[in-house]
């Protein structure tokens, strides 16, 4: 039995067979029933009792979606509808959940929710034994975890419109908890894309890298994956568990292999780690933007700066005599050198060219014996099982 409004709204007050449900009796039973389920004090009561325990699930939850990979939701209110909108008036009397995926603030609704709130019923764990997909969604829509089961932000499936009365509770309730929370402590990992382009990159020990003038730079690396990061966790436990068999579901990369970066964040402050043939160096330079993007940056750092190349730039000239000098040479500073050269009036490149033959070796000579000789070098830990052939 139900009850309709003028405005189209349905209010479900019961359930009889037919010919009770014509009665007098029953029905005024049924009215006086949902007069009282509807009162707006126990309404009230009944969101704040199922408010925490919703919100020990809302740890849980997140914690499975770490795992597969999806985002973390924040648990803002728990909501009444009460039918004033003619588009939901169906779901009059359903109880459901604002949430924040992200920085977004949507509505969640689901059938059995409404139910074990109105009961008092919740559970502070999840209470789906195992993982799916909520009906009529895709894998790929899914972004956030709900009670182990994965659902979509971005779909009208699971969800009421927001209405201006209830996304300003909501507004309100996710200021609150972003100013109450700190900030999670998290580790993420970088690793050399497969392809030809970071083939001088992939899989090498740091000191061959310098050896041959390559730094740590974070263009050449790809994130693969980032998940919270307790207290106890050591860089040697991320390692362990990223080579076991059983990697966590959502990481999408290789086991975790030298030339591999593992960014930890404690505290708000962020250090890269270099996962190198034995144990891991630092790389502050990973974090550090590129010196000629800052240098375009900067007003300050233009003023010695001529027509878009930079005075102070070493020339080719000059790292030759670097590397006869024994010195380590950048790759980055050959390129910018050579483009140098490149822009140089014809009669100074060939009155510089005349005067690079008669200095030798040179210095790509210089950095190929320098690959050579660490080529002879066996590190410690073993590359990656998925190595290009």
């Known amino acids: 039995m139900s009850i309709h409004f003028d405005n189209g709204a349905s209010l479900f007050i019961g359930n009889h067979l037919t010919p009770k449900a014509k009665t007098v009796k029953v029905q005024t039973e049924c009215v006086n029933s949902a007069l009282v389920r509807y009162n707006p004090e126990i309404v009230q ?15 849980k939850d997140n914690e499975i979606a770490a795992q597969k990979g999806l985002k973390p939701y924040t648990l803002l209110n728990v909501e009444f509808h009460d039918g004033a909108d ?7 009397g359903w109880y459901y959940v604002t ?18 709130i109105a009961d008092g019923k919740v559970s502070d764990t999840p209470t789906r034994a195992d993982y799916f997909t909520a009906g009529a969604l895709k894998e790929t829509d899914v972004d956030y975890v709900f009670n182990n089961v994965g659902f979509s932000s971005a779909s009208t499936l699971y969800a009421l419109p927001l209405r201006d009365d209830v996304r300003e509770r909501a507004e309100q309730t996710l200021a609150q908890r972003s100013a109450d929370q700190p900030e999670r402590d998290t580790f993420s990992i970088y690793q ?17 890298l310098q050896a041959a003038g390559l730094a740590v730079d974070r263009k050449n ?13 050591t860089l040697e436990d991320i390692y362990r568990t990223f080579n076991a068999d059983d990697r966590p579901a959502g990481f999408r990369g290789h086991s975790l292999s030298v030339s591999d970066v593992v960014v930890v964040n404690r505290g708000g402050k962020e250090e890269a780690h270099y996962c190198d043939s034995i144990g891991f160096t630092p790389v502050p330079e990973f974090m550090r933007e590129s010196p000629i993007k800052t240098a375009e940056m900067s007003t300050e750092q233009n003023y010695n700066m001529i ?10 000239g000059e790292l030759e005599a670097r590397a006869k000098a024994g010195e380590q040479i950048s790759l980055f500073d050959v390129a910018e050198a050579a483009k140098v050269e490149a822009q140089k009036p014809k009669q100074t490149r ?11 070796p040179s210095i790509r000579a210089q950095l190929k014996a320098a690959k050579e000789e660490q080529a002879k070098k066996s590190p410690a830990r073993e590359k990656s099982k998925e190595l290009e052939v």
């Open 45 to 59: 009561a009944t969101k704040e009792a199922a408010l925490p325990v919703l919100l020990q699930r809302e740890a």
């Open 86 to 92: 003619e588009q939901t008036g169906g779901y009059m």
């Open 99 to 116: 949430l924040a995926v992200d920085g977004k603030i949507c509505t969640h609704l689901e059938t059995g929710l409404s139910h074990d």
């Open 192 to 208: 050399v894309p497969a392809g030809p382009q970071g083939r001088d990159f992939r899989y090498r020990p740091y000191e061959e």
């Open 221 to 233: 690396y790809e994130l693969v994956y980032t998940a919270p990061l307790d207290k106890k966790t």
């Open 307 to 316: 027509d878009g190349t930079l005075n102070n730039a070493p020339s080719m």
């Open 350 to 360: 060939l009155a510089s060219k005349s005067a690079q033959r008669q200095k030798k």
